[in-house]
Every structure is written in C-alpha cells, then in structure tokens.
C-alpha cells in the first residue's frame, strides 16, 4: 500500500481548522499533483518539496506522486504545509515508517536546503491542539512562542533531516525553551513626564480603571498623545489568559514574537489614512486589523476627524461587541476585538479654537463641518470626553511636585479598584450590560435626580446614560466606597459635557 497520512493545521483567521495530508503513489509517468483546493503558493510545494528531499539525501520517488489535502472546501494558502507534504511522501515511498507519523501533527515551511522556516499562526494552532495527545513539531524560529504553552507536547526542529530522525526514534527533537518571566512595564512611557493636565491625568486614570473609551480635546502640543502612550502603563497587568491571546492575534497576522514583552498590552496607533481593511482587517484572506491587534490593549487614533468617516463607522460594531466578523464569499473569519480606544481630536481644522492667543480664524461653518466628521452614534461610544488645554509655561518649568505622579503609582491604584469590580462583576466596569448596571449602579434619590436632569439639559441619549452610570462606578471604586455618590455621579456626568459644548454640530 503506497498510501501515507500525516496532519497539519491550516490558518483561517485566528482559528487553526485540521488539515489532513494524504500522499498516494501510482503508476505511471513520474510527476506531483496537490488537489484540495490549493492556491498558488501550495502548488509550488511540489518544487520545493521535490528539491529539499533531495538535498536531505532521501530519494524523491520516480513514480506519479498524489497529495490531497482535506477538508477539500478549505481554502488552503501558504507554505505551511510543506513539512506534512514531504513526510507523507517519505512514509508513502517506504523511507519513513507510516506509523511514525501517527500522533504527530507539522508545521512548517521548507527551503530547498531541507531547513524549516517559520510560519506564522503557530500559537493558534497550539492552542486549537491544546487538550489533545498529539505531538506538535515546528520549525525552530517559531519556538518562542511555541513555548508559552505548558500544558501541550511541542518540539521543535531546525530541519527536515532532524524531524526524521525524531520519528525514526533515533534523535528525539528538544522542547522549546521555558518562556522566561515577563519583563517589568518600567520600559513603558511613564506618566511622569507629564506635566500639568491634572484633569486630563485624572481622566486617563478613571480610564484605566474601568476600560472605557477615551476622547481628548486640545489645541496641538498640549500632551494629548503623551497621556495616550502612557495609558498602557498604567493599566493593571494581563493575565496570562489574555496574553496569550493578545499574542495568537498577532502570530496570525505574522507580527515578530518578542519573548521579552509578550505579557505587555499592546498599544497600537494606526495613521488617519489607514484604510478600513487595515483598521478592522479583511483581503482576500482575512487578517487581522489595527482593532484585533489591540486586543486586551489600546488604540489609539490621532487626529480623530482625518479619519474617513467611513472607516470610523465600521467601528461601531466592534466596540459594543467586543470582535469583528469578515465575511468573503468562500468563508468567514472572526476575530476578537476588545480593545480601549484612546481618541484625540483638535476644537476646531487650525486646532486653536477657544485659545486665549486668539489664533483661530475659523468660521463657525468650517468648525461644525469639522466636528460633524464624528457622528453622534459613534461618540455616544465613548465613555468619556475630556478637554486638555494648554498647560502655562510656569507649569512647564516648575519642579517636578506630588502631582505629577509615577505611571507605578496610579498603577497601584487602578489595579486596586479594577480588581474590586472584577470580584463583583467578573469584568471592568466599562463592560457592564444593562442588568449589572441595574445592579452595581444603584442610585439614591438625590443622585437619581441629578442625573435625570443631567440628560434633559445635555440632551444624552440612553446609551449615555448608561455610560454615565459606568463611569461613575469607576469614580466610585477608585474612591474606594460601594456607593455611588452625589460627587462620583457629578464628575462622570462632567465628562459628557463636551459631548454638548466642545463637539456640538
């Protein structure tokens, strides 16, 4: 019988579907063929398959060489699949024992010397095989991230003639090397060098603590993208959990793995001229975007009202929901996206609107264009609204005071009052649906009046209402009292007031 079976993973967003690879050799005139829906760069596996056999100093057989590759309806695409196609027609030929290959699945790219390259996607396939009892190999350069899993068996492997040699059972191939632990967030902007912007600081840190969105609104130059880089350092720690996840995102975009600060949230800021494709991802074969690639991070858009309105509608749907679905006419892709956005616009197109330089020379028409780039629904996502004006230059000079805290210090502080609502939710306050609010939001009748007449002169719609009551709880929390005070429901209604003057059509 000159039948051989081996598996494989395919990459199909952020999943990792199973590929079976079935060799057969026939008679007749010696040539190769890859059925199973293959694209252009599996095809080629034939030649690069052909060559690094060869050069292992294994003979390529001289007979006519079938490779399926199942499920048939999957699109496969790639050169993942090259190690799985070489073995099974080594096993097919006789050169490999077939049973070798049973309990093992492959991943890798060959190069025509039989050395592996990497792919990307490994971490999702490791975590689509986790709970199994097959052995992964991979190519040596994906190691590091092949490591963060504990609880799967993976070795790893710098070329063709090492895999073979393991499943003769004559050279057992290594596990990847232990992840080493993760490095301290000091490497992180530190929200020290900020000075001033003692409401904007105090925005940033109510943020942190319950996830919400952010929108700053400021003149150039008055720190509104430093508070942003320094959001990442102030936020409590990933789990491990999420920042596994955080990583298989990346992986499957094909992003460089840094072993040094995998355990870091990612912070991604993508140019107002980025294309909706690249903002929520899509192509031909579905990747990921900036919003996935922020996932258990933040994102952060500069120059809010540059953005194509276009693109900052499809943003609507992954900030509730937390992923993003993309369909194409052979399949979907779903990948995850719960990120915190972090938003930065100007008051008017000069940026000097209310500037008491009296620089602005804007007319009142070009303002609301300007502003009206924003549509209601989607600032109505936005947890908080907060103006950053321009700090005075004896601030800029003075000393270094108690105010101008350590990003380590407020971090102390957000991961406290984070973790308290995580023991009474099981999530950030920025998370909570209608029925957590009802419960962890209750108001007095003093508190309740207050923000009934907060929405009759604001005009806030339910949605804000609720974030309203969201943020407040944060306030609360970072006070450190289980109720929601007259004060907390105040400050939280403060930060929808430029909803109704800085950004008012």
């Known amino acids: 019988m000159s039948l051989a079976v081996a598996l494989t993973r395919a990459s199909e967003g952020v999943a990792a579907p199973?590929?079976?690879?079935?060799?057969?050799?026939?008679?007749?005139?010696?040539?190769?063929?890859?059925?199973?829906?293959?694209?252009?760069?599996?095809?080629?596996?034939?030649?690069?398959?052909?060559?690094?056999?060869?050069?292992?100093?294994?003979?390529?057989?001289?007979?006519?060489?079938?490779?399926?590759?199942?499920?048939?309806?999957?699109?496969?695409?790639?050169?993942?699949?090259d190690l799985a196609i070489a073995l099974g027609i080594l096993a097919a030929g006789g050169q490999l024992p077939r049973e070798s290959l049973q309990g093992c699945e492959f991943l890798g790219e060959l190069a025509l010397s039989g050395e592996l390259r990497p792919v990307p996607g490994v971490l999702p396939a490791l975590l689509r095989a986790r709970g199994g009892r097959r052995c992964i190999i991979v190519p040596q350069a994906n190691a590091d991230e092949a490591g963060l899993l504990g609880d799967i068996d993976v070795r790893v492997a710098r070329t063709l003639a090492e895999v073979c040699a393991h499943l003769r059972g004559a050279e057992p191939l290594p596990p990847p090397q232990p992840t080493p632990a993760p490095r301290a967030s000091g490497a992180l902007p530190d929200l020290a060098d900020v000075r001033g912007q003692l409401g904007a600081r105090r925005a940033l840190e109510i943020a942190a603590v319950g996830g919400h969105h952010l929108?700053?609104?400021?003149?150039?130059?008055t720190g509104k993208s430093m508070l942003a880089q320094r959001l990442p350092g102030i936020l409590p720690p990933l789990t491990d959990a999420e920042a596994i996840e955080a990583c298989a995102v990346r992986s499957a975009a094909g992003e460089p793995f840094d072993i040094h600060a995998w355990h870091q949230r990612p912070y991604r800021a993508p140019h107002h001229t980025a294309s909706g494709v690249a903002l929520v991802g899509g192509g031909s074969h579905p990747r990921p975007g900036e919003i996935s690639l922020a996932h258990h991070g933040v994102l952060f858009l500069d120059e809010l009202p540059e953005f194509d309105r276009h693109v900052l509608e499809v943003l609507r749907e992954p900030l509730e929901s937390g992923h993003i679905v993309i369909s194409r006419a052979a399949h979907q892709a779903k990948f995850p996206a719960r990120f915190q956005l972090v938003a930065a616009m100007n008051p008017c197109p000069c940026g000097y609107a209310g500037d008491p330089g009296g620089r602005c020379h804007c007319?009142?028409?070009?303002?609301?264009?300007?502003?009206?780039?924003?549509?209601?629904?989607?600032?109505?996502?936005?947890?908080?609204?907060?103006?950053v004006p321009r700090v005075p230059l004896a601030e800029l000079n003075a000393e270094r005071?108690?105010?101008?805290?350590?990003?380590?210090?407020?971090?102390?502080?957000?991961?406290?009052?984070?973790?308290v609502a995580m023991q009474r939710a099981g999530k950030p306050n920025g998370l909570l649906g209608t029925r957590e609010i009802e419960r962890d939001c209750a108001l007095g009748p003093a508190e309740r009046t207050l923000l009934e007449r907060a929405l009759d002169k604001l005009g806030l719609s339910a949605r804000a209402y609720h974030r309203v009551l969201r943020v407040a709880r944060s306030i609360a929390d970072l006070a450190g009292t289980d109720r929601i005070a007259r004060e907390h429901l105040a400050e939280a209604i403060q930060y929808r007031r430029a909803d109704a003057a800085s950004t008012a059509r």
Do not use: M, W
Not at 215 to 221: D, E
Not at 365 to 387: F, M, N, Q, T, V
């Open 401 to 419: 005071g108690a105010t101008d805290e350590a990003s380590a210090t407020v971090r102390a502080r957000v991961t406290n009052a984070r973790s």
């Open 363 to 387: 007319t009142p028409d070009s303002i609301a264009r300007y502003r009206g780039r924003i549509s209601g629904p989607l600032l109505d996502r936005i947890d908080i609204l907060c103006e």
């Open 215 to 221: 929108l700053l609104i400021g003149p150039p130059g």
């Open 18 to 81: 199973l590929v079976t690879v079935e060799v057969h050799l026939s008679g007749g005139l010696p040539g190769t063929s890859i059925v199973g829906l293959p694209e252009a760069a599996v095809r080629e596996a034939r030649d690069r398959v052909r060559v690094a056999i060869q050069n292992t100093q294994f003979e390529y057989p001289a007979r006519r060489v079938t490779v399926n590759l199942a499920p048939a309806e999957l699109p496969k695409n790639g050169g993942r699949f």
